[in-house]
């Protein structure tokens, strides 16, 4: 239970601190962090939830990482669908807090909320086939860097830099294709509230990433200098 009420935080404080920064700051008149103060909010709560519950849980703060770390032979079967429970909770109230602070705000519309889509809700307007392409290809790679910072045979300590910074250049290359997902909680949390069109095509922000994420850990698994748990 421990384990899973530190997901459920974690995965709260990767949707405040990464979804909230494209709601509430990216595009403040003047001032705002824009797309690149985007990323970087996501690797940081990435990056501070590794030292704060990485012993606790392993923070995975995500369904696909979940499933590729299974995939990778590091993470137990029976434990994988409580995890993802604590982590789709976790990501939704986290989305509640954000909508409880944007509409405090007078004139307040709801908007994007910082949703993943395709085709015309792509941020530049990717379509269908380039946005699968580019969650299968991110999570992968993100999965990779997962798998390899956490090896027993890695330099010790820094595992959450190297995660955290992957996560920052994942959204730097990809926020224009789909807002950026690879994680199909932070996903689902956005499109609860918005509805409609980003319900529609939230399948393809679950399907890509454990795609990418399964692949990612079969790679790996081959290439690592020795199996461990």
Not at 45 to 54: D, E, P, R
Not at 156 to 164: E, N, R, S, Y
Not at 204 to 225: D, E, N, T
């Amino acid at each position: 239970m421990k384990k899973l009420v530190a997901e459920f935080f974690g995965t709260w404080w990767l949707v405040l601190g990464g979804c909230g920064s494209a709601v509430l700051a990216a595009g403040y008149p003047e001032l705002g962090i824009g797309f690149v103060g985007v990323s970087i909010a996501f690797g940081l709560t990435v990056l501070t939830m590794a030292y704060a519950i990485g012993h606790i849980s392993g923070c995975h703060l995500n369904p696909a990482v979940t499933i590729g770390l299974w995939a990778g032979g590091r993470f137990d079967a029976k434990d994988i669908i409580p995890y993802i429970i604590a982590q789709v909770l976790g990501a939704t109230a986290g989305a509640l807090i954000i909508y409880l602070i944007a509409s405090g705000k007078a004139g307040f519309e709801l908007g994007g909320f910082a949703a993943n889509g395709y085709g015309e809700h792509s941020p530049d307007g990717y379509g269908l086939i380039a946005a699968l392409i580019c969650e299968v290809v991110m999570t992968f790679m993100f999965l990779m860097v997962i798998l390899g910072a956490t090896h027993s045979k890695a330099p010790k300590g820094f595992a959450g830099v190297a995660i955290g910074l992957a996560l920052t250049l994942i959204h730097l290359i990809s926020i224009p294709v789909t807002n950026t997902s690879v994680n199909p909680a932070r996903s689902t949390s956005q499109a609860i509230f918005v509805g409609d069109w980003a319900m529609g095509q939230l399948w393809l922000f679950w399907v890509a990433p454990i795609v990418g994420a399964i692949l990612a850990g079969i790679v790996y698994k081959y290439l690592s200098p020795e199996e461990e748990e």
